[in-house]
């Protein structure tokens, strides 16, 4: 995804699979070449997001029937878009740190959209969904971010080693090309009955968290050996472990759980992006995930209605707040 150089600041994108290497980057590459100048590496990156949306409405609305789920496949074009945005930005020489800001917000939000569409597609259950995302694929997102906080790079796979140069193997390109589309395939397979006597649950159960767990027990070796991992970083991990307690205790809806989860990892990117800037007190990761605890506990009784907006439009508030605090700090910067 997005960025390039802006000001003093210099991105630097995650080291990827020889999938993405040999036949997704060099594919992309020429989808770029052939899209107007006038699209706007910000509404792919919208784009993409609403494709994740949209195939999350379709399948559950549908109750993950053959249709519904082929349908789904619209899912495929978030990880196209989600590679073409920067690539568009570079083309186009519009790359910028709010921008890659954007980026993240989108990747957080569809990160927990994808673990919702695939809990639908296995069981139909999605009672858990908070649960799920904040152990498995929430948490794999955070570590992400909280890696390029230390190193200054994305870890977005399983890393064999703790050398940040070197690639990884299993990333989040291959589940959102391979994985989640395969589910969708296999469950509309299973709707029509062309796979009779499949245990489906089961199946999709492995195929779906096996990687996702190696994922992040690969991450989470990864950045425990980075030499360069300060006590300053360790509180916003400690926020992640309260803000998954708060989930396993109260099962909130992902509608809940989803924006403070997308909250807490950009204020981390937010701790990365400032350095270039000014100070940034890192305590801020805990803002998010208190206000989660204490409205978890407030809302439970009432079934969570009661301060649903407000907490939505507080948490759009701090994201809006955020990006446009970044774009002052780069005029500023570029202006000296």
Known sequence: AAMATEGKYVYHGAVNSPFYTLYLSPFCDRVCERLPVWVHPDFLTLAGAGAVALSHWIVASTGASTVGCLLGLIYLVYPLFDNLDGKQARRLKCGSVAGEFLDHIVDSYANSLSCALALIVISGDVELVSVYVALGPGLCYFSSIWAQVVVGRLVIGMKLDSDVDKPDYITVDEINVFVIPGLL???????????????????????????????????CMFCWSVSKLGMQHVPAMASYGVYTLACCVWR???????????????????????????????????????GFVVLCAAGAPAGFDFVAAGLHFAVGACLVGNRAHLKRMVAADTES
Not at 193 to 201: A, I, R, S, W
Not at 256 to 282: D, K
């Open 185 to 219: 395939l296999i469950r509309a397979c299973v709707s029509a009955g062309l796979l009779p006597g499949l245990h489906f649950e089961l199946v999709t159960l492995g195929v779906v968290w096996v990687p996702v767990a190696v994922m992040f027990l690969g991450k």
């Open 252 to 290: 909130p809806p992902l509608l809940w759980s989803a924006p403070v989860l997308t909250l807490m990892s950009m204020e981390m990117m937010r701790y990365r992006l400032v350095q270039f800037f000014g100070p940034a007190r890192a305590w801020r990761v805990w803002l998010p995930v208190v």
